[in-house]
Protein backbone atom coordinates (compact mmCIF):
# COMPACT_ATOMS: atom_id res chain seq x y z
CA UNK A 1 0.00 0.00 0.00
CA UNK A 2 1.37 3.70 -0.72
CA UNK A 3 1.98 6.45 1.54
CA UNK A 4 -0.88 8.14 -0.51
CA UNK A 5 -3.53 5.26 0.55
CA UNK A 6 -2.55 4.89 4.08
CA UNK A 7 -3.07 8.65 4.25
CA UNK A 8 -6.19 8.05 3.27
CA UNK A 9 -7.32 5.26 5.15
CA UNK A 10 -6.51 7.42 8.37
CA UNK A 11 -8.12 10.34 7.36
CA UNK A 12 -10.73 8.19 7.14
CA UNK A 13 -10.14 5.94 10.76
CA UNK A 14 -10.91 3.06 9.33
CA UNK A 15 -9.70 0.58 11.84
CA UNK A 16 -12.38 -0.97 13.43
CA UNK A 17 -15.13 0.81 11.86
CA UNK A 18 -17.09 -2.15 10.78
CA UNK A 19 -19.96 -3.31 12.57
CA UNK A 20 -22.52 -6.05 12.38
CA UNK A 21 -25.73 -4.63 13.48
CA UNK A 22 -28.88 -6.50 15.09
CA UNK A 23 -31.47 -8.01 14.00
CA UNK A 24 -29.17 -9.03 11.20
CA UNK A 25 -27.25 -12.14 12.51
CA UNK A 26 -23.45 -12.00 11.64
CA UNK A 27 -22.07 -13.88 8.56
CA UNK A 28 -19.56 -16.69 9.35
CA UNK A 29 -15.93 -14.71 10.60
CA UNK A 30 -13.82 -15.88 7.64
CA UNK A 31 -16.12 -14.75 5.18
CA UNK A 32 -16.55 -11.47 7.12
CA UNK A 33 -12.64 -10.66 7.05
CA UNK A 34 -13.01 -11.43 3.48
CA UNK A 35 -15.98 -8.93 2.95
CA UNK A 36 -14.06 -6.33 5.55
CA UNK A 37 -10.89 -6.20 4.08
CA UNK A 38 -12.76 -6.00 0.54
CA UNK A 39 -14.70 -2.97 1.33
CA UNK A 40 -11.80 -1.34 2.90
CA UNK A 41 -10.11 -1.67 -0.37
CA UNK A 42 -12.75 -0.31 -1.76
CA UNK A 43 -13.42 2.92 0.25
CA UNK A 44 -9.70 3.89 -0.22
CA UNK A 45 -9.56 3.42 -4.03
CA UNK A 46 -12.96 5.11 -4.55
CA UNK A 47 -12.34 7.72 -2.31
CA UNK A 48 -15.43 6.78 -0.78
CA UNK A 49 -16.28 8.81 2.66
CA UNK A 50 -18.86 6.37 3.54
CA UNK A 51 -20.21 2.79 3.04
CA UNK A 52 -23.37 1.27 4.29
CA UNK A 53 -24.23 -2.31 3.31
CA UNK A 54 -27.22 -4.64 4.26
CA UNK A 55 -27.78 -8.04 2.73
CA UNK A 56 -30.67 -10.52 2.86
CA UNK A 57 -30.28 -14.37 1.60
CA UNK A 58 -33.17 -16.63 1.14
CA UNK A 59 -36.06 -14.42 2.14
CA UNK A 60 -33.98 -14.12 5.61
CA UNK A 61 -31.68 -11.01 6.57
CA UNK A 62 -28.27 -11.88 6.60
CA UNK A 63 -25.97 -9.11 8.17
CA UNK A 64 -25.53 -5.21 7.80
CA UNK A 65 -22.83 -3.06 8.45
CA UNK A 66 -21.18 0.53 8.01
CA UNK A 67 -17.82 1.15 7.04
CA UNK A 68 -15.84 4.88 7.17
CA UNK A 69 -17.12 8.00 7.84
CA UNK A 70 -20.76 9.67 7.68
CA UNK A 71 -19.20 13.09 8.27
CA UNK A 72 -15.49 14.20 7.50
CA UNK A 73 -15.25 17.92 9.32
CA UNK A 74 -16.60 16.26 12.42
CA UNK A 75 -15.45 13.15 12.57
CA UNK A 76 -18.37 11.01 12.70
CA UNK A 77 -17.97 7.85 11.82
CA UNK A 78 -21.14 5.85 9.44
CA UNK A 79 -23.13 2.99 11.66
CA UNK A 80 -25.89 0.60 9.91
CA UNK A 81 -28.26 3.75 11.14
CA UNK A 82 -27.03 6.31 8.99
CA UNK A 83 -29.58 7.38 6.80
CA UNK A 84 -28.04 8.37 3.45
CA UNK A 85 -29.75 9.59 0.39
CA UNK A 86 -31.38 7.11 -2.23
CA UNK A 87 -31.61 9.25 -5.42
CA UNK A 88 -33.84 7.17 -7.75
CA UNK A 89 -34.30 4.48 -5.57
CA UNK A 90 -37.02 6.20 -4.00
CA UNK A 91 -38.69 5.35 -7.66
CA UNK A 92 -39.35 1.83 -7.05
CA UNK A 93 -40.77 2.90 -3.60
CA UNK A 94 -43.14 5.22 -5.22
CA UNK A 95 -44.17 2.41 -8.03
CA UNK A 96 -44.79 0.09 -4.63
CA UNK A 97 -47.56 2.85 -3.64
CA UNK A 98 -49.12 3.05 -6.63
CA UNK A 99 -49.72 -0.59 -7.63
CA UNK A 100 -51.04 -0.55 -4.16
CA UNK A 101 -53.39 2.37 -4.78
CA UNK A 102 -54.14 0.38 -8.33
CA UNK A 103 -54.88 -3.38 -6.23
CA UNK A 104 -57.56 -1.05 -4.29
CA UNK A 105 -59.52 0.13 -7.12
CA UNK A 106 -58.85 3.56 -6.52
CA UNK A 107 -55.82 4.03 -8.77
CA UNK A 108 -56.67 3.09 -12.29
CA UNK A 109 -53.37 2.78 -14.43
CA UNK A 110 -54.78 3.23 -17.76
CA UNK A 111 -56.72 6.34 -17.16
CA UNK A 112 -55.20 9.74 -18.19
CA UNK A 113 -53.46 11.56 -15.42
CA UNK A 114 -55.97 14.39 -15.54
CA UNK A 115 -58.43 12.15 -13.87
CA UNK A 116 -56.03 12.45 -10.70
CA UNK A 117 -54.45 16.04 -11.68
CA UNK A 118 -56.53 18.18 -13.53
CA UNK A 119 -54.05 20.99 -13.13
CA UNK A 120 -51.77 19.16 -15.27
CA UNK A 121 -52.05 20.19 -19.04
CA UNK A 122 -53.42 17.40 -21.43
CA UNK A 123 -51.27 16.60 -24.29
CA UNK A 124 -51.80 15.94 -28.03
CA UNK A 125 -51.80 12.16 -26.82
CA UNK A 126 -52.79 10.71 -23.40
CA UNK A 127 -49.97 10.09 -20.66
CA UNK A 128 -51.38 6.92 -17.84
CA UNK A 129 -49.97 6.32 -14.67
CA UNK A 130 -48.49 2.98 -15.84
CA UNK A 131 -46.74 4.81 -18.56
CA UNK A 132 -44.97 7.26 -15.92
CA UNK A 133 -44.15 3.75 -13.72
CA UNK A 134 -42.30 2.42 -17.22
CA UNK A 135 -40.87 6.06 -18.43
CA UNK A 136 -42.85 5.71 -21.76
CA UNK A 137 -44.63 8.88 -20.86
CA UNK A 138 -42.45 10.93 -23.75
CA UNK A 139 -42.14 13.68 -19.97
CA UNK A 140 -38.56 15.38 -20.41
CA UNK A 141 -35.45 14.34 -17.68
CA UNK A 142 -33.63 17.12 -16.21
CA UNK A 143 -32.89 20.20 -18.62
CA UNK A 144 -29.63 21.15 -17.13
CA UNK A 145 -27.41 21.11 -14.06
CA UNK A 146 -29.30 23.85 -12.52
CA UNK A 147 -32.54 21.95 -12.28
CA UNK A 148 -30.17 18.77 -10.83
CA UNK A 149 -28.76 21.43 -8.23
CA UNK A 150 -31.75 22.90 -7.31
CA UNK A 151 -32.21 24.93 -3.96
CA UNK A 152 -35.63 25.97 -4.09
CA UNK A 153 -37.79 24.49 -1.15
CA UNK A 154 -41.34 23.29 -2.10
CA UNK A 155 -44.27 22.26 0.59
CA UNK A 156 -46.08 20.16 -2.00
CA UNK A 157 -45.77 17.95 -4.91
CA UNK A 158 -48.16 19.90 -7.37
CA UNK A 159 -45.77 23.03 -7.15
CA UNK A 160 -42.89 21.14 -8.98
CA UNK A 161 -44.93 20.07 -11.92
CA UNK A 162 -44.87 23.96 -13.03
CA UNK A 163 -41.47 22.77 -13.58
CA UNK A 164 -42.28 20.91 -16.79
CA UNK A 165 -45.91 21.09 -17.50
CA UNK A 166 -45.89 23.02 -20.17
CA UNK A 167 -43.12 21.94 -21.89
CA UNK A 168 -44.06 19.46 -25.21
CA UNK A 169 -43.62 15.73 -24.61
CA UNK A 170 -40.58 14.60 -26.05
CA UNK A 171 -42.19 11.36 -28.27
CA UNK A 172 -45.58 9.81 -28.93
CA UNK A 173 -46.23 8.46 -25.31
CA UNK A 174 -45.81 4.35 -25.77
CA UNK A 175 -43.09 4.65 -28.38
CA UNK A 176 -40.39 5.00 -26.60
CA UNK A 177 -38.28 4.59 -23.15
CA UNK A 178 -37.11 7.39 -22.07
CA UNK A 179 -35.77 7.70 -18.09
CA UNK A 180 -37.60 10.55 -16.49
CA UNK A 181 -37.26 11.97 -13.03
CA UNK A 182 -40.15 14.47 -13.82
CA UNK A 183 -42.43 11.44 -14.87
CA UNK A 184 -42.18 10.15 -11.08
CA UNK A 185 -42.88 13.91 -9.67
CA UNK A 186 -46.42 13.76 -11.69
CA UNK A 187 -46.77 9.82 -10.61
CA UNK A 188 -46.13 11.09 -6.88
CA UNK A 189 -49.15 13.80 -7.63
CA UNK A 190 -51.04 11.40 -8.84
CA UNK A 191 -50.75 9.02 -5.85
CA UNK A 192 -51.68 11.52 -3.62
CA UNK A 193 -54.82 12.55 -5.11
CA UNK A 194 -55.92 8.88 -5.47
CA UNK A 195 -54.85 8.10 -1.77
CA UNK A 196 -56.78 11.30 -0.69
CA UNK A 197 -53.81 11.87 1.70
CA UNK A 198 -50.31 13.03 1.42
CA UNK A 199 -47.93 11.04 -0.73
CA UNK A 200 -45.75 11.23 2.86
CA UNK A 201 -48.15 9.86 5.34
CA UNK A 202 -49.52 7.13 2.46
CA UNK A 203 -45.90 6.22 1.68
CA UNK A 204 -45.18 5.67 6.03
CA UNK A 205 -48.87 3.76 7.12
CA UNK A 206 -48.82 1.92 3.74
CA UNK A 207 -45.68 0.81 2.14
CA UNK A 208 -42.78 1.55 4.93
CA UNK A 209 -44.37 0.87 8.30
CA UNK A 210 -45.84 -2.66 6.88
CA UNK A 211 -41.85 -3.73 5.56
CA UNK A 212 -40.66 -2.46 9.16
CA UNK A 213 -38.84 0.42 6.91
CA UNK A 214 -38.99 3.11 10.43
CA UNK A 215 -36.10 5.51 9.10
CA UNK A 216 -37.01 5.89 5.28
CA UNK A 217 -38.33 9.53 4.72
CA UNK A 218 -38.12 12.47 2.73
CA UNK A 219 -35.18 14.63 2.94
CA UNK A 220 -35.87 17.56 4.03
CA UNK A 221 -33.36 19.79 4.19
CA UNK A 222 -35.04 21.81 7.26
CA UNK A 223 -35.75 19.19 9.47
CA UNK A 224 -33.49 17.74 11.94
CA UNK A 225 -32.80 14.61 10.88
CA UNK A 226 -30.77 12.33 13.19
CA UNK A 227 -27.92 10.13 11.47
CA UNK A 228 -28.02 11.91 8.66
CA UNK A 229 -25.02 11.46 6.29
CA UNK A 230 -23.16 14.34 4.97
CA UNK A 231 -22.55 14.22 1.11
CA UNK A 232 -19.32 14.42 -1.08
CA UNK A 233 -18.11 14.61 -4.45
CA UNK A 234 -14.54 14.40 -5.88
CA UNK A 235 -12.48 17.27 -7.64
CA UNK A 236 -10.73 16.70 -11.04
CA UNK A 237 -7.49 15.97 -9.45
CA UNK A 238 -9.00 13.41 -7.21
CA UNK A 239 -9.49 15.29 -3.73
CA UNK A 240 -12.74 14.88 -1.62
CA UNK A 241 -14.55 18.43 -1.10
CA UNK A 242 -18.51 18.74 -0.26
CA UNK A 243 -20.65 18.21 -2.75
CA UNK A 244 -22.83 20.85 -4.22
CA UNK A 245 -26.20 22.53 -2.73
CA UNK A 246 -29.43 20.28 -3.60
CA UNK A 247 -33.00 20.55 -2.14
CA UNK A 248 -34.39 17.48 -3.44
CA UNK A 249 -38.01 18.63 -2.62
CA UNK A 250 -38.93 19.34 -5.81
CA UNK A 251 -38.66 15.44 -6.58
CA UNK A 252 -39.56 13.45 -3.63
CA UNK A 253 -40.90 10.55 -5.80
CA UNK A 254 -38.46 9.98 -8.23
CA UNK A 255 -35.15 10.93 -6.08
CA UNK A 256 -36.07 12.72 -2.42
CA UNK A 257 -35.83 9.84 0.02
CA UNK A 258 -33.51 8.99 2.85
CA UNK A 259 -32.63 5.50 4.57
CA UNK A 260 -30.61 3.22 5.54
CA UNK A 261 -29.57 0.23 3.98
CA UNK A 262 -31.11 -1.83 6.39
CA UNK A 263 -34.36 0.00 5.62
CA UNK A 264 -33.59 -1.18 2.08
CA UNK A 265 -33.41 -4.36 2.34
CA UNK A 266 -36.55 -5.10 4.41
CA UNK A 267 -38.70 -3.34 1.57
CA UNK A 268 -37.07 -6.03 -0.83
CA UNK A 269 -37.97 -8.39 1.61
CA UNK A 270 -41.48 -7.27 2.24
CA UNK A 271 -41.79 -7.12 -1.69
CA UNK A 272 -40.76 -10.41 -2.43
CA UNK A 273 -42.54 -11.85 0.31
CA UNK A 274 -45.80 -10.26 -0.96
CA UNK A 275 -46.46 -8.09 2.10
CA UNK A 276 -46.72 -5.42 0.17
CA UNK A 277 -48.30 -6.44 -3.30
CA UNK A 278 -50.32 -9.33 -4.32
CA UNK A 279 -47.63 -11.83 -5.97
CA UNK A 280 -49.30 -11.53 -9.69
CA UNK A 281 -48.64 -6.98 -9.33
CA UNK A 282 -44.91 -8.02 -8.23
CA UNK A 283 -44.65 -10.39 -11.74
CA UNK A 284 -45.82 -7.36 -13.42
CA UNK A 285 -43.51 -5.04 -11.51
CA UNK A 286 -40.35 -7.47 -12.52
CA UNK A 287 -41.39 -7.88 -16.04
CA UNK A 288 -40.02 -5.20 -19.01
CA UNK A 289 -42.23 -3.58 -20.59
CA UNK A 290 -42.59 -2.86 -24.38
CA UNK A 291 -43.00 -0.12 -26.68
CA UNK A 292 -45.77 0.25 -28.33
CA UNK A 293 -44.23 -1.61 -31.38
CA UNK A 294 -43.26 -3.93 -29.41
CA UNK A 295 -39.42 -3.67 -28.46
CA UNK A 296 -38.87 -4.95 -24.72
CA UNK A 297 -37.28 -1.50 -22.51
CA UNK A 298 -35.57 -3.41 -19.58
CA UNK A 299 -37.54 -1.49 -17.40
CA UNK A 300 -40.26 -3.23 -15.63
CA UNK A 301 -42.32 -1.13 -13.20
CA UNK A 302 -40.13 0.76 -11.15
CA UNK A 303 -37.51 -1.49 -11.62
CA UNK A 304 -34.55 -2.09 -14.26
CA UNK A 305 -34.98 -6.36 -15.13
CA UNK A 306 -32.31 -8.17 -16.78
CA UNK A 307 -30.10 -11.51 -16.99
CA UNK A 308 -27.08 -11.94 -15.45
CA UNK A 309 -25.19 -15.57 -15.39
CA UNK A 310 -28.48 -16.90 -16.63
CA UNK A 311 -30.15 -15.48 -13.64
CA UNK A 312 -32.93 -12.77 -13.47
CA UNK A 313 -32.18 -9.94 -11.64
CA UNK A 314 -34.06 -6.45 -10.36
CA UNK A 315 -32.12 -3.58 -9.45
CA UNK A 316 -32.49 0.24 -9.09
CA UNK A 317 -29.56 2.94 -8.45
CA UNK A 318 -29.41 6.47 -7.35
CA UNK A 319 -26.90 9.01 -8.50
CA UNK A 320 -27.41 12.71 -6.88
CA UNK A 321 -25.14 15.42 -5.25
CA UNK A 322 -23.51 13.79 -2.20
CA UNK A 323 -25.02 10.02 -3.24
CA UNK A 324 -24.60 7.16 -5.34
CA UNK A 325 -26.63 4.20 -4.33
CA UNK A 326 -27.70 0.87 -5.16
CA UNK A 327 -30.76 -1.98 -4.46
CA UNK A 328 -29.86 -5.09 -6.26
CA UNK A 329 -32.35 -8.27 -6.25
CA UNK A 330 -32.59 -11.88 -7.01
CA UNK A 331 -36.33 -12.36 -6.57
CA UNK A 332 -36.53 -16.15 -6.88
CA UNK A 333 -33.73 -16.92 -4.63
CA UNK A 334 -35.10 -14.26 -1.89
CA UNK A 335 -31.52 -12.41 -2.57
CA UNK A 336 -31.42 -8.47 -1.69
CA UNK A 337 -28.22 -6.34 -1.27
CA UNK A 338 -28.67 -2.46 -0.48
CA UNK A 339 -25.29 -0.60 -1.03
CA UNK A 340 -25.28 3.06 -0.28
CA UNK A 341 -22.28 5.83 -0.05
CA UNK A 342 -22.25 9.62 0.42
CA UNK A 343 -19.96 10.00 -2.70
CA UNK A 344 -21.19 11.07 -5.59
CA UNK A 345 -19.91 9.05 -8.73
CA UNK A 346 -18.94 6.54 -6.67
CA UNK A 347 -19.62 2.62 -8.05
CA UNK A 348 -22.46 1.28 -5.58
CA UNK A 349 -23.84 -1.11 -8.37
CA UNK A 350 -20.42 -2.36 -8.93
CA UNK A 351 -20.03 -3.30 -5.18
CA UNK A 352 -22.93 -4.96 -4.68
CA UNK A 353 -22.51 -7.50 -7.69
CA UNK A 354 -19.37 -8.06 -5.87
CA UNK A 355 -20.99 -8.81 -2.22
CA UNK A 356 -23.71 -10.90 -3.97
CA UNK A 357 -20.37 -13.08 -5.47
CA UNK A 358 -18.60 -12.90 -1.89
CA UNK A 359 -21.55 -13.36 0.39
CA UNK A 360 -24.36 -15.71 -1.81
CA UNK A 361 -22.70 -19.10 -2.32
Given at each position: ????????L?A????A?W?A?????????A????????LA?????????A?????????Q?????????????N???????T???????????A??????????GR?D???PV?KY????PE???????????????G??????P??L??????G????????????????Q????????TY?????????????????????????L????????????V??????????Y???P?????????A???NK????????T??????????L???????????????????????R???Y????????????R?????GSQ???????????E???????L??????????????L??????
Amino acid sequence: MNRRSTFWLMALALPAAWAAAQPFPATPPARLRIVEQWLAEQLVEHRIPALSVAVADRFQPLWSGAFGLADLENNVRAAPGTVFRLGSISKPIAAVAALQLAERGRLDLDAPVQKYVPSFPEKPWPITPRMLLAHLSGIRHYRNPQELLSTRHYGDLLEPLKIFAADPLEFQPGTKFRYTTYGYVLLGAVIEAAAATRFADYLRENVLAPAGCLRVQPDDVYRIIPNRARGYRRTPSGAVENCPLADTSNKIPGGGLLATAEDLVRFALALQQGRLLKPETVRQMFTSQRTSDGRPTGYGLGWYVGERAGKRWVEHSGSQPGASTELLMLPERGLAVAVLTNLERAPARAIALRLADLLIQ
